[in-house]
């Protein structure tokens, strides 16, 4: 919002330099972003946010400066002359649809001349930011930058009539297949979701969007119907957006134009189209408001307005505050405010607050150190079970990434994961983002196509976040906490101690490193099932139990869904974390001791049958071991002409320590020895 000086002085006394009134205005919440000079004149464009419609109009920021100057507010004064003609004898208007259009009100100005507005208003239009085209437009123009409420005018010759004489303005949605040709000459469609200003004959404007070139007002004008109204924010974004109409008008729609100054807007422009184009205003305003808004009352409490902002302001103090942008103190205990329907942003007694903050100066705010204890501080269990969980994860070599919330239908059927409900967005900002991610699995795939086009085609990744499912009988979703993990092609750098062709991605390596993640966070030995899932490989899919419970899927890429985003043999997981956290341990992990006495290290070769299972030796093992077997790792599986056929070697890394003393080589050895008959008897092992 451009805001000349020269103009907003009509208003408001301002004494003060641009650069410090910029800076004043900044501490109100209207964020100056530029000051600069045009002509003789100095502008402040100031960028005002969604919820503060009121202020895109040179009165709403002149009620700000009053606010924190103690000056009046000088509002326009507007007197009309009107004829004896009744407006209702020119005009019928008949609202369709309430819910997108609760309030429109006709003005008729009869005998207007169409011609340049006067200097003083094209400079002001001009600094404003808007191009002068003829006087007629111009007010509209000029009231809605002063008031903010956008005006349109018709001629009214070109509007069609009802079954009497007066001309019929019917503000309803558009039909099925009907299509309106705007001011800017372009033939537009219309959807049934558009908000439309229409006559007996067809659609004649896009209601808040932009006129109809069949009624436009030209040098042949000389009655004008002049429309002030309120329309709905949402709708009118959506018809904007979907047109690609934005303009100064739509951006106040969609920010909220108070309807109770509809009147007041049209009374202004008529009486300057009275002044300066010549024209006679018809007596009275055809003036629709079926269900007038009423003003919200909000109640304010003194001493928790002080808690909040840590000051010691009197009841007194705080009315005259809010009395300086138009609060109405109502003198109730505690005290309720009577709102003014510019402000639909004041909805809770915390919103008074804050405009009791703004106003008394942020500045003005003590400063406090804080005390007592924050009952909500640091980490929550999740928020430090999901930090032990990246650590895990960065620790196995994989790289977090983050990817968006919201996705696209397309994007799910390529992850062949079509049959899956999801939440759709009403207002999609893109045809990339219009529904909420059910799995992570379609943005992992999509970082790792995205990776593979430019020619990175090794990577080992994980995404830690929410997916949003719909639960029976509940409009809202289950958000849960899901982890996805993507392998694709080597990882060395992960793995600084294997050759390059021991970290290649495959089912085992990311079947271990979700293992590793397990126990990392202390989750008991998990459960591995056969499954089926449609983004994955038939017979390379496994299904995680954990407490009995499915947490998720493992897998290799079905190759039609690795083709689709041009990927070499890649391997996802998706585990349900919820699960994960509901099988962790709630009290803390017990701590051994450091040993007080060192360790004696053997290794063991077992020449065992090809049948015989890993597991099942070093179980052997740790049986036979006694106590002073601490640890028993299997770091070696060889096979080879040097063994006899149908058979492997397996072998392992044995610690063995005692508590209470150091152990002598003999014990070790007797230990060794019972092992090496162990393996014997029940394995039918020797020793390599």
């Known amino acids: 919002m451009r805001i000349p000086l020269d103009w907003l002085r009509d208003y408001v006394e301002v004494t003060l330099p641009a650069n410090e009134l910029a800076e004043r205005l ?29 202020c895109l109009s040179l009165v709403g920021v002149a009620r700000e400066v009053a606010a924190f100057t103690g000056a009046a507010l000088r509002a326009p004064t507007v007197a009309v002359t009107e004829s004896d003609e009744a407006a209702s004898t020119a005009v019928v208007v008949d609202i369709a649809d309430l819910d997108l259009c609760p309030r429109y009100a006709a003005r008729i100005i009869r005998g207007v001349r169409l ?31 002063e008031l903010g409420q956008p005006l349109h005018a018709f001629d009214l010759a070109r509007v069609a009539t009802g079954a009497g004489t007066p001309a019929h303005i019917i503000v309803r949605r558009a039909r099925a297949g009907e299509r309106l040709t705007t001011l800017d000459g372009q033939e537009r469609a219309l959807t049934p979701d558009m908000l439309l200003i229409a006559d007996p004959s067809g659609p004649i404007a896009l209601a808040g969007v932009m006129g109809g070139l069949a009624t436009e007002v030209t040098d042949a004008t000389r009655d004008i119907l002049l429309e002030a109204a309120h329309f709905e924010p949402a709708n009118n974004r959506r018809t904007a957006k979907a ?88 003198h109730t205990l505690p005290s309720d405010f009577r709102i003014p329907t510019r402000r639909p942003d004041l909805t809770r007694e915390i919103d008074l607050v804050e405009e009791v903050a703004r106003l008394h100066g942020f500045d003005r705010i003590p400063s406090v150190l804080l005390t007592g204890v924050a009952a909500h501080a640091g980490e929550n269990r999740a928020m430090r079970l999901e930090r032990r969980a990246r650590n895990a994860l960065q620790g196995a070599g994989l790289n977090e990434v983050c990817t968006f919330s919201l996705t696209n239908a397309a994007a799910v059927g390529r992850a062949a994961l079509l049959d899956v409900a999801a939440f759709v967005a009403r207002n999609p900002l893109s045809t990339d983002a219009t529904q909420l991610r059910t799995s992570l699995l379609p943005g992992m795939l999509e970082v790792l196509g995205n990776n593979a086009r430019v020619g990175v085609r090794e990577a080992w990744l994980f995404e830690l976040a929410r997916v949003y499912r719909p639960r029976e009988n509940d409009d809202l979703a289950d958000e849960r906490r899901t982890l996805s993990l993507a392998l694709t092609g080597g990882n060395s750098n992960g793995r600084w101690n294997l050759p390059s062709e021991a970290a290649r991605a495959d089912f085992f390596v990311l079947k271990g490193i979700v293992e590793e993640l397990l126990a990392a966070l202390r989750v008991d030995p998990a459960q591995w099932e056969a499954a089926e899932h449609p983004t994955l490989h038939a017979g390379r899919c496994a299904r995680l139990m954990v407490a009995g419970r499915a947490a998720g899927f493992i897998g290799e890429v079905r190759r039609e869904v690795a083709e689709r985003f041009d990927l070499d043999p890649s391997y996802l997981a998706e585990i349900d974390f919820e699960v994960l956290m509901a099988a962790i341990p709630s009290s803390p992990p017990g701590h051994v001791p450091l040993p007080r006495f060192p360790a004696l290290l053997r290794d063991l070769a077992l020449v065992v049958d090809d049948t015989v299972s890993a597991a099942a030796a070093e179980a052997v093992l740790r049986a036979a071991g006694g106590a002073s077997l601490r640890s028993v790792e299997l770091f070696d599986v060889f096979t080879g002409d040097t063994l006899p056929s149908g058979t492997k070697s397996l072998a392992f890394a044995l610690t063995f320590r005692a508590e209470e003393r150091t152990l002598t080589d003999s014990e070790v050895e007797a230990a060794m020895t019972a092992l090496r008959q162990a393996a014997a008897t029940q394995l039918g092992a020797r020793q390599r």
Do not use: H, K
Request: net charge negative; proline share 5%.
């Open 115 to 145: 011609g340049q507005s006067p200097d003083w208003m094209q400079r002001r239009l001009n600094a404003a930011g808007m191009r002068p085209i003829n006087n007629i437009v111009d007010i509209t123009n000029y009231v809605m930058l």
């Open 26 to 54: 900044n501490m109100l919440g209207l964020s100056p972003e530029s000051v600069e000079t045009v002509g003789d004149d100095t502008v402040i464009q100031l960028e005002v946010t969604s919820n503060r419609g009121d």
């Open 243 to 330: 047109l690609a109409l934005p303009s100064e008008a739509t951006r106040r729609f969609q920010r909220f134009v108070d309807p109770t100054g509809v009147g007041r807007a049209a009374d202004r422009a008529a009486q300057l189209m009275a002044e300066l184009a010549g024209g006679r205003v018809a007596r009275g305003v055809v003036d629709e408001y079926p269900q007038p808004l009423e003003p919200r009352v909000i109640a304010l409490r003194t001493d928790r307005c002080n808690e909040l902002l840590g000051t010691s302001l009197s009841a007194a103090e705080i009315e005259r505050l809010l009395a300086s942008i138009g609060l109405e103190a109502l």
